[in-house]
T-cell receptor, first 113, second 113 residues
Framework: DTEVTQTPKHLVMGMTNKKSLKCEQH?????MYWYKQKAKKPPELMFV???????INESVPSRFSPECPNSSLLNLHLHALQPEDSALYLC????????????FGEGSRLTVL | GESVGLHLPTLSVQEGDNSIINCAYS??????FIWYKQESGKGPQFIID?????DKRQGQRVTVLLNKTVKHLSLQIAATQPGDSAVYFC????????????FGAGTTVTVRA
């Protein structure tokens, strides 16, 4: 199994809603990542977890709250988002933090109304 | 500043021709480079990687060339096919305390039938 699975594929939410994005991998990878990607732009790093501990937070606003319940799961909790937060949110994993290839999921397309 | 960039944002190629996608980087400490392909509506997909102790690496229909003297990376795709239409990102990594994968701006490749 060499897949990173993200749910939901599409999400529309209002600025007062609370929602979560989920990511799962069963490759035994110990590093997991959240990236944000705007249209026609490269992915931008948001958070990195290594061995279930938050290693990097790229100065992301607190309305985005990551969580790593176990080594296979990564969540991104969303609250009080702004329309400019609309983007494709990508989850990735790798064997170890920044070691070798990052495996990406298909992404969750988020629209904030 | 330190960044990974691409020479051309778009590339149009005739089906069956070879494609060359270029990327320049500015940090001489970078020692690991990856090419990703991102099709519309999907997450980035690993194509090929190369470490700084090599100057060429070949995969199936793809070749990556690294010129450390001029800090230049290229991806060559042989016999380009319609399925090669996508955005191609180069990414660099650095083995240092401040290491993290940095993506270039991306080149959109369109294959003409």
């Amino acid at each position: 199994d060499t897949e990173v699975t993200q749910t939901p594929k599409h999400l529309v939410m209002g600025m007062t809603n609370k929602k979560s994005l989920k990511c799962e991998q069963h490759m035994g990878h110990r590093a997991m990542y959240w990236y944000k990607q705007k249209a026609k732009k490269p992915p931008e790093l948001m958070f990195v977890y290594s061995y279930e501990k938050l290693s990097i937070n790229e100065s992301v606003p607190s309305r985005f709250s990551p969580e790593c319940p176990n080594s296979s799961l990564l969540n991104l909790h969303l609250h009080a988002l702004q329309p400019e937060d609309s983007a494709l949110y990508l989850c990735a994993s790798s064997q170890e933090i920044w070691a070798g290839e990052l495996f990406f999921g298909e992404g969750s397309r988020l629209t904030v109304l | 500043g330190e960044s990974v960039g691409l020479h051309l944002p778009t590339l149009s190629v005739q089906e069956g021709d070879n494609s060359i996608i270029n990327c320049a980087y500015s940090n001489s400490a970078s020692d690991y480079f990856i090419w990703y392909k991102q099709e519309s509506g999907k997450g980035p997909q690993f194509i090929i990687d190369i470490r700084s102790n090599m100057d060429k690496r070949q995969g199936q229909r793809v070749t990556v060339l690294l010129n450390k003297t001029v800090k230049h990376l290229s991806l060559q795709i042989a016999a380009t096919q319609p399925g090669d239409s996508a955005v191609y990102f180069c990414a660099e990594n650095r083995s240092s305390n401040d290491y993290k994968l940095s993506f270039g701006a991306g080149t959109t490749v369109t294959v003409r039938a």
